[in-house]
C-alpha cells in the first residue's frame, strides 16, 4: 500500500513485463508472454487477442487474483500483491459472480460491507448504484429473477458502488444478445464519463474494442506479448450508428482484424 | 435433482404479474389445480389405507389383526401419559444428537472443507470412520458414558455426524471459483466470507447431508432404546411384542412410521424456508 | 447442484486459483500418510497416558492385538460370514426390488405423480420399527435380518431409478421419437443409459445401508454375525476384541465401497463423480 494520499480521481496501471506461465503435469506452459503497458489514469482502453492469447490471465493479474510468474503490477503506482482497494471487476458470467443467496440490493451492498459506512448510508449508495445501471425498481429482487442484461447491470453496480477508481472488465458482454449488448456498451461508456474511472474492457469483438476505447492493445499468443497498440481516432460521442459508419471506424476495425488474423497464425 | 420432486417453490415466485387472463378464469384454473393435486397427493395413500383396512377387517390371524383392532389400541395405548413418559423423552434425545451433529458437523466440514491439506491428512481416518455402521458403536459409546440421556444423545450424534460432515466438505469444495474470485476483490474478514458466501453456497448441499442425518437420528434413538432396554418408544415397542400384545405393538409401530413421516416433512418445509433462494433459482433455471 | 459446477471454458487462458490443485500429486499422498500416521499415534498414546480411560477405549495395540487373535478363530470367520451372507441376499433383494418398482412406478409420468406421496410417506418409516414383527415371524433366522436389511436398502435404488427416469432429456426423447425406435429400442438406447449413472448412486448407498442394517438386526434381534458378537464381546467385557470387531466391520465397508467405485469407473467412464454424493433415499 502506498503512503501517499491518492487524490479522488482515476488511478492509472501499469504493467511492467508481466508474464505467466501455468503447471501441467509438472511442466511450466506458457498462457500469456510479457506484456509492459502503461494505462494513465481515466483512460478507456481495451484488450484484445485471439483465445489463447491470454487475456483472462492478464484480467486476474491486474485484479490481483493471480501472482503473475514474471513482472510487476502497479496501481496507483503501488505494486500490486493481492486484491488492491479501489479497484472492481465485472466477469463475463453475471450468473455466477452474483449470488443466488442474496437480493439485488444485497448483492450491491456486499461491496460497500467493509466500507465502515452505516446502513443508511450504504442503503442510500445502492440505491444511487442502481439508478445509474438503469436499475431503479428490482432492489427485492433476486438476481435469478432477472433477464441476463439486467443481472449485468447489477453486476456492474456493484463494480461502482465502492467508488473504484479503476475498472476491470472481463469479457462482460459475451454472453447477452446483441441489442442488450449495443446498451451495455452505451452504459459502460456513459459511466466512464460521469465517474472518475480508469476503465480496462477485455473482449474478443472487434468490433465492441474500437467502439468502446480511447486505444486499443492486441495480445498475441505466447510467445508474443503485445502485438498492437493502437489509438482510436474517434470522437468521445458515440452512437450506434453513426459511430460504427464513420470510416475512422472502419479503417481501425480493418486493420485490427489483420492483427488479429496474424496473431492467429502465431 | 434432491429436492426435485418437490413441488416447485419457483412457479409461485416468478407467476404472479405475468397472467393477463381474466382473474375468473385463473381462480377456477387455480382450484383445478389444486384439486388435483390434493387427488394426486392423497389418492393413493387413502386408496391403500383403505384396503388394508377392508382386507385385514376379518383377519383371524394372531400377528395381523384387524386394522380397526390397532386403531383402537392406538387410542388407549398411547395415552397423553404414556407420550409423555416415552415418546417425548425419545423426541428430545433425538432433537438435540441431531443438533449436536449438526453443528459439529458443519463446523467440522466447513474447516476440512477449506483446508486442503486438512481434507488430504483426514481423508483415511474419515473414510474408515464413514464406513464403521453406526448401529455398533451403541454397545461402545455405552460401556463409556453408560445407560441414560448423555449416552443416547451422544450415540445420535456419533451416527448422524458423517453425512452432516461429508456433504459439508463436499459444498465447501464445490463453490464456484469465480464467486470466490468475487469475494477476494471485497475484502471480506472470514466470519464475513462464512455468513456472506461459505454457508449460503454450501447450503443445497449441508440442507441434503442434514436431510439424512434425521432420518438416522431417527434410527439411532430406537436402536439405543432398544439395545440397552429401560425407557422409551424403542424399548416400548419390543415390551409389546415380547409379552405378545400384537395389536399395541402394531400400533407402537405405525407411531413410529407417523413420527419418521412428521419428521421428514417438517425438515422439507424448514428446509424450502431456509433455502428459498435456492428452490427458486434451480427452478427458474429449469 | 449450487448455482453451477466448476466448468471453466477453456483451462488454457485460465489457470485458476493458486490453491494446491486437485491432482495434488505425491503432497497429497504425504499428507495423507503422515495424517494417518498422527491420528493411529493418538489412538495408542490417548489411552496409554490416561488421558482417555483405557479401560473404555483401550489403546490401538490392545484392539490391533485382540484382531490378531481373532482371526485365528474359525468363530469369528463364521461370523463374519453369516454377516456378509445377509449383507449379500439382503442387499442384493432390495437392489433388484427397487430397480423392478422404480422402473414400473418411474417409467410412466402419471403413474409417477400418483405414487410420489406414497413413496413419501412409506420411506421414513424406519427400519427399526419392523423389528417387532420379523422377531415373530422368524425369529433369529436369516430372514428377519433379510426383512430389514431389504425395507431399509430398497430405497436408495428406488428413489434414484424414478429420480432418473424423471430427468430422461426431453430432447434425447424427441430425438428418439423422430428415428422410429420402438420401445424395447427406447429402452436399451436411451432410457437405460440415461438411469444407469442415478442408479449407480442408488446402488451405492444400498450396499452401505445394507450394511449398517444387517449389523443392526443382529445387535438387536440377535441374529448371529459379527453384531451379534460384538455385543457379546461388550456383554462380557473383552472391550479390545468388541472395538476389533467393529473395526473389521468398518473394513468391509470401505471394501464394499471400493469395489463398487471401482466397477464404476469401468462401467462409466464418463460419468463419474459427475453425481457424486446425492444422498436421496438414503433412508434407513
Known sequence: MSAEPRPPTASGLSLDGVGHDYLRDGRPVPALAPVSLDIPAGQFACVIGPSGSGKTTLVRAMAGLLRPSRGTVR??????????????????????????????????????????????????????????????????????????????????????????????????FAAVDAQTRADLEDLVRDLWHRLPLTVVFVTHDIDESVYLGQRVVVLGRPPAGVRADVPVPLPDRRDQVTTRAAVEFTDLRAELYGQIAAAKLG | ???????????????????????????????????????????????????????????????????????????????????????????????????????????????????????????????????????LLVPAIMLVLGIGDGMRITVVAVGCVWPVLLNTVDGVRSIDPLARDTVAGLHLSAVQRLRHLVLPAAGPRIAAGLEQALSLALVMVVISEMFAARDGLGRSILVFSQTFAIPAMWSGILLLGVLGILLAFGFRAVQRWALAWWFGATGAVR | MTASPTVRTDPAVDPGPAVPAGAGGPARWRWAVGGTLVVLALAELLPRTGVLPSAHLPPLSAVV????????????????????????????????????????????????????????????????????????????????????????????????????????????????????????????????????????????????????????????????????????????????????????????????????RAAERRLMPWHVSHRAGIGRGASW
Request: charged fraction near 15%; charge should be positive; hydrophobic fraction near 55%.
Open chain 1, 75 to 172: 496501481v496507483g503506482g503501488a505494486p500490486v500483491t493481492g486484491p488492491p482497494t479501489g479497484l472492481a471487476m465485472v466477469h463475463q458470467e453475471y450468473g455466477r459472480s452474483l449470488f443466488p443467496w442474496k437480493t439485488v440490493r444485497d448483492n450491491v451492498d456486499l461491496a460497500l460491507l467493509n466500507s465502515g459506512r452505516g446502513q443508511r448510508d450504504r442503503r442510500a449508495a445502492v440505491t444511487e448504484a442502481l439508478h445509474l445501471v438503469g436499475l431503479p425498481d428490482v432492489e427485492r429482487a433476486y438476481p435469478w429473477q432477472l433477464s441476463g442484461g439486467m443481472q449485468q447491470r447489477v453486476a456492474i453496480a456493484r463494480a461502482v458502488v465502492a467508488q473504484p477508481r479503476i475498472l476491470l472488465m472481463d469479457e462482460p
Open chain 2, 1 to 135: 435433482m434432491v429436492i426435485r420432486e418437490l413441488p416447485s417453490a419457483a412457479t409461485d415466485l416468478t407467476e404472479g404479474p405475468a397472467s393477463d387472463a381474466p382473474p375468473r378464469t385463473v381462480g377456477r384454473r387455480r382450484l383445478r389445480r389444486a384439486v388435483v393435486g390434493t387427488a394426486l397427493f392423497a389418492g393413493l395413500p387413502a386408496a391403500l389405507f383403505a384396503l388394508w383396512w377392508a382386507l385385514s377387517a376379518g383377519s383371524t390371524s394372531f400377528f395381523f389383526p384387524p386394522l380397526s383392532r390397532i386403531v383402537d389400541t392406538f387410542g388407549t395405548t398411547w395415552t397423553p401419559t404414556r407420550i409423555g413418559q416415552d415418546v417425548l423423552p425419545s423426541l428430545v434425545r433425538l432433537l438435540a444428537g441431531f443438533a449436536l451433529a449438526g453443528v459439529v458437523g458443519i463446523a467440522l466440514g466447513v474447516l476440512i472443507g477449506s483446508v486442503p491439506r486438512l481434507a488430504w491428512a483426514l481423508g483415511p481416518t474419515l473414510a474408515f470412520l464413514r464406513a464403521v455402521p453406526p448401529p
Open chain 3, 65 to 260: 492385538e485382540a484382531l490378531v487373535e481373532q482371526l485365528g478363530r474359525p468363530s469369528f470367520w463364521t461370523a463374519t460370514g453369516q454377516t456378509m451372507l445377509g449383507w449379500l441376499v439382503g442387499g442384493a433383494a432390495a437392489v433388484l426390488a427397487g430397480t423392478v418398482a422404480g422402473f414400473l412406478l418411474g417409467v410412466v409420468p402419471a403413474v409417477r405423480r400418483a405414487t410420489a406421496s406414497t413413496l413419501d410417506f412409506l420411506r421414513p418409516v424406519p427400519a427399526v420399527a419392523l423389528v417387532p414383527v420379523a422377531i415373530l415371524l422368524f425369529g433369529t433366522q436369516l430372514e428377519s435380518k433379510v426383512l430389514l436389511v431389504v425395507w431399509a436398502a430398497i430405497w436408495p435404488v428406488l428413489m434414484q431409478v424414478v429420480a432418473g427416469l424423471a430427468e430422461v432429456d426431453p430432447v434425447a426423447r424427441e430425438t428418439a421419437a423422430a428415428l422410429h425406435l420402438s420401445p424395447a429400442q427406447r429402452l436399451r438406447h436411451l432410457i437405460a443409459p440415461s438411469v444407469l449413472p442415478a442408479w449407480w448412486t442408488g446402488l451405492r448407498l444400498s450396499v452401505s445401508v445394507a450394511l449398517v442394517m444387517t449389523v443392526a438386526a443382529e445387535l438387536i434381534i440377535g441374529n448371529a454375525g459379527l453384531g451379534k458378537a460384538v455385543a457379546l464381546a461388550q456383554d462380557g467385557g473383552v472391550v479390545p476384541q468388541m472395538y476389533a470387531l467393529i473395526a473389521v466391520t468398518g473394513v468391509l465397508g470401505v471394501i464394499a465401497d471400493v469395489l463398487v
